[in-house]
């Protein structure tokens, strides 16, 4: 059974830090890209990072790039989203999807999905 858990999410204050996890079960995560993507109340769905499956090439939003870092570890099969510098505008729930049809910050593109974490900003 194909399986994407998240951890990690939380609350923390503005200009702090947290790692997501994204757990795979059921498949070898470096077949596939992975991406985490985020929605706040009221809003679409948005792309934050990817890391593609075959160079490990990575994408980040303009919103969160030179905070944000995506890696993997392919003996854990789990993709991290290092969050620094966070801001009340990264509250959201963050969902991290794999896809083995291509790469990018569209959510269309994605096979799977984990259930989210959530992520609260706030002083």
């Known amino acids: 059974q194909v399986q994407l858990v998240e951890s990690g999410g939380g609350l923390v204050k503005p200009g702090g830090s947290l790692r997501l996890s994204c757990a795979a079960s059921g498949f070898i995560l470096d077949y596939y890209a992975i991406g985490w993507f985020r929605q706040a109340p009221g809003k679409e769905r948005e792309g934050v990072s990817c890391?593609?499956?075959?160079?490990?090439?990575?994408n980040y939003a303009d919103s969160v790039k030179g905070r944000f870092t995506i890696s993997r570890d392919n003996a854990k099969n789990t993709v991290y989203l290092q969050m620094n510098s966070l801001k009340p505008e990264d509250t959201a729930v963050y969902y991290c999807a794999a896809t083995r049809a291509g790469w990018g910050l569209d959510s269309a593109q994605y096979e799977y999905w984990g259930q989210g974490t959530q992520v609260t900003v706030s002083s």
């Open positions: 890391i593609n499956g075959s160079d490990d090439s990575t």
